[in-house]
């Protein structure tokens, strides 16, 4: 099936007592029992519910995995993934990852005894060059944010498999619209659902994906056994977002190229970082590993003062935290959502006081060119 | 489950490889981008790792060693001859090790050699942990690796 095909059916069936299309939100706990044991298969609502199987099973589809375990939250979902090692293991991630998975990796994990190596996945001869015996799984964010840096995810599923350890990648940026890292050899796939697979702001939520029978039944033990589980409403909203996941995606990126376009002829902008525009000095490797270059384009206005006015200056752009809504969100990553990394870190790659990042939503491609243009105009 | 130690090792010559291949019993050595991995079976649930650095690249070893050193019980770093300021590659190494790592180090060096302490015009001697080897083999090695681990084992409950 087509991915617009799979994303309206996947999963999906009309409910089987009534005939409703749109699959039911089973807001239930628990589930009556004919007799001991017998049941439907379903016995409690952390173990299995029918509107997240729905929504596991669609995203799945989307991925071109087998199986989909979602969580609570992105972080649950990145947190399942690292419950799946052993006290001494050590990972591998990408060194620009999101500020919430650097904190949860050194913070909280880091007490039970995993090492992580933050490393820049960009080039795979350092991520060969970090590699230990005690290596067991390769975490990878591709593009990262804000920066937009790639990683070669064909050559890294290489390096992972002929080491014997699991790879990972944080699709929330493309997602499966525009890149599906299980198709280039990857084992493992997580999103942030709260971003572009639900796309309207309005839930919090994680998923990973993958093909593997084994790796499906620890992820859906650690999921029951842990219980970060999503509530059946958030899991409806989300499979009624995905329905409409290509319409936004190839929207979101329609507008993102045409700001980046503008933005980069605009004398007042001294960098723009968009994958999609011919500079980005990974454009070629964006046009083999991604079907499109998604929503998000960053650019250095060269100092505080004028990132301030730029963002105190946008109409229908919102300063927020967050990104891929329909809503365009504009984000100050210095102070905002990478204030934790240290400012030399930062400016090692490029994240400067000057920078902003852009999450391009869906309106209209005009009125957005034009709110960005007196936006700078105002600077 | 086995308990493993993971230990990296500076050492100032190829020839320190055969020493902990003798030392650990085995004759393998897997070879990593940055360090090649001994497996010491020191008991039915203890195995050490020793992780040999290939390359004194200062880059190299921040790069593969930076979740490993935290994690070790300790360094060893091995010479023929102790630390001093004298322009060495084991030495120029050691200054950055204690610049950017916070793991105890301990010196492994033949005690033919160990007379050579450095005095310092203000006095002052910059003697390293160390444990002697009574000489360059195996041997020496698996008795004084647990004498280095004792080491650290002390100075941490006296701290
Ligand atoms: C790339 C990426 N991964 C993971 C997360 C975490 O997801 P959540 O906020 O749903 O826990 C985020 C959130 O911003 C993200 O941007």
């Known amino acids: 099936m087509g991915f617009q095909t799979d994303s309206i059916h996947a999963g999906q069936k009309p409910d089987p007592t009534t005939g409703a299309i749109m699959t039911p939100i089973f807001q239930t706990s628990t589930y009556v029992q004919e007799s001991i044991g017998v049941h439907k298969g379903y016995e409690y609502s952390r173990t299995q519910n029918p509107t997240r199987q729905a929504l596991e099973a669609n995203i799945a589809a989307l991925e071109n995995g087998k199986y989909g375990v979602s969580f609570a939250s992105g972080l649950a979902a990145i947190s399942a993934l690292i419950q799946m090692l052993e006290s001494g293991d050590h990972v591998i991630c990408s060194d620009n990852v999101y500020g919430g998975t650097y904190r949860v990796f050194e913070t909280v994990f880091k007490k039970f005894n995993v090492a992580f190596s933050f490393v820049d996945t960009s080039d795979p001869e350092k991520v060969r060059t970090a590699l230990t015996p005690r290596t067991k799984m390769l975490f990878i964010e591709t593009p990262t944010n804000p920066m937009l840096i790639l990683s070669d995810l064909a050559a890294l599923a290489e390096i992972a498999r002929a080491h014997g350890c699991l790879s990972v990648v944080d699709n929330t940026f493309m997602s499966p619209y525009f890149q599906r890292p299980l198709e280039l050899g990857i084992d493992l796939v997580v999103h942030s659902s709260t971003k572009y697979l639900n796309g309207h702001s309005d839930v919090v939520g994680g998923i990973i994906l993958t093909r593997d029978d084994e790796l499906a039944s620890r992820l859906y033990y650690i999921q029951n056994a842990v219980g970060a589980v999503p509530g059946p409403q958030d899991c409806f909203l989300i499979l009624r977002a995905t329905k409409t996941l290509a319409l936004r995606m190839r929207e979101h990126e329609k507008n993102a190229l045409a700001i980046a376009r503008y933005l980069e002829g605009h004398p007042r902008v001294e960098k723009v970082y968009y994958p999609g525009l011919p500079a980005h000095p990974q454009h070629a490797l964006a046009k083999r590993q991604m079907s499109g270059f998604g929503g998000i384009v960053s650019m250095d206005l060269g100092s505080l003062e004028k990132a301030r006015r730029f963002a105190e200056n946008v109409r229908i752009f919102a300063l927020a935290e967050s990104l891929g809504g329909v809503e365009s969100l504009v984000d100050h990553p210095a102070i905002m959502t990478h204030a934790s990394v240290p400012r030399e870190e930062r400016l090692r790659m490029g994240l400067t006081d000057g920078l902003i990042r852009l999450s391009v939503g869906v309106e209209d491609e005009e009125d957005l060119i034009r709110d960005v243009g007196q936006a700078l105009e105002a600077m | ?159």
């Open chain 2, 1 to 159: 489950m086995n308990d493993i130690l993971e230990i990296p090792v500076f050492a100032d010559s190829q020839s320190w490889e055969a020493w902990f291949r003798e030392c650990s019993g085995t004759d393998q050595a897997q070879s990593y981008h940055a360090f090649k991995h001994i497996t010491w079976p020191v008991g039915p649930d203890l195995d050490i790792y020793f992780y040999l650095v290939d390359h004194f690249n200062e880059h190299t070893v921040k790069e593969a060693l930076s979740a490993i050193i935290p994690c070790a019980p300790c360094i060893l770093f091995c010479g023929n001859h102790l630390y001093s300021r004298e322009a060495r590659p084991l030495n120029n190494m050691y200054r950055f090790y204690l610049s950017h790592f916070r793991t105890p180090v301990v010196w492994l060096t033949p005690e033919e050699f160990l007379e050579e302490k450095e005095i310092h015009a203000d006095g002052q001697t910059e003697e390293p942990d160390y444990v002697p080897l009574t000489e360059l083999s195996g041997r020496a090695l698996k008795k004084a690796i647990p004498q280095a681990l004792e080491l650290i084992k002390q100075k941490i409950q006296k701290d």
